[in-house]
């Protein structure tokens, strides 16, 4: 062969990749890799937290819509107007959970842009501290509210008591930088 003639033409090993042809590791690099120096049982811990998360925020969706569906005129304004944010807030912790399990790199982007502060313990148990305040301000369906409200709290309380005792089973976040 002459050494005009294209790389694929040769015999033997390609000397690049083609991009298709790339790792797993290397396309997936957003993923939560397992490391031999992360303590025991992490992976476990980050499952259960986010299992608890998503079952949370599925809770105050439920709350919220109940709510905003008792509903009866104008007087109950508010009930309809802390039903919506109980919704919103609800779909934002569930979606931030899902990305934080399967990354896709555009919503986790959207995430640190604007809510950055739920990538740390401090700012999830912050938020989640103030979901579960708003929750107790539903009217109707007052015993799921109690109920969502004291979750919230008590999933907050949880990460600030487990992020102080054994902070290595919380990852640290790259912040975002424009």
């Known amino acids: 062969m002459s050494s005009n003639d294209p790389e694929w033409l040769e015999e033997g090993e390609p000397t690049k990749a083609h991009p298709s042809d790339q790792s797993d590791e290397v396309l997936s690099s957003n993923t939560n890799k397992t490391n031999p120096n992360d303590p025991?049982?992490?992976?476990?811990?980050?499952?259960?937290f986010s299992f608890f998360f998503l079952g949370g925020a599925?809770?105050?969706?439920?709350?919220?819509?109940?709510?905003?569906?008792?509903?009866?005129?104008?007087?109950?304004?508010?009930?309809?107007?802390?039903?919506?944010?109980?919704?919103?807030?609800?779909?934002?912790?569930?979606?931030?959970?899902?990305?934080?399990?399967?990354?896709?790199?555009?919503?986790?982007?959207?995430?640190?842009?604007?809510?950055?502060?739920?990538?740390?313990?401090?700012?999830?148990?912050?938020?989640?501290?103030?979901?579960?305040?708003?929750?107790?301000?539903?009217e109707s369906p007052r015993p799921l509210a109690i109920g969502t409200g004291c979750v919230m709290v008590f999933l907050a309380t949880a990460v600030l008591v487990v992020n102080g005792k054994w902070p290595e089973y919380f990852d640290k976040h790259e912040k975002y930088h424009p």
């Open 58 to 138: 599925f809770m105050m969706a439920c709350t919220g819509a109940l709510g905003i569906g008792t509903a009866n005129g104008a007087e109950d304004t508010g009930t309809v107007f802390v039903g919506l944010y109980l919704l919103m807030f609800a779909a934002m912790l569930f979606i931030f959970e899902l990305v934080l399990l399967k990354p896709i790199t555009s919503i986790e982007m959207f995430f640190k842009k604007n809510f950055g502060f739920l990538y740390g313990p401090i700012g999830k148990s912050i938020f989640l501290i103030f979901i579960g305040i708003l929750s107790f301000g539903l």
């Open 40 to 48: 025991p049982y992490k992976a476990y811990v980050k499952s259960a």
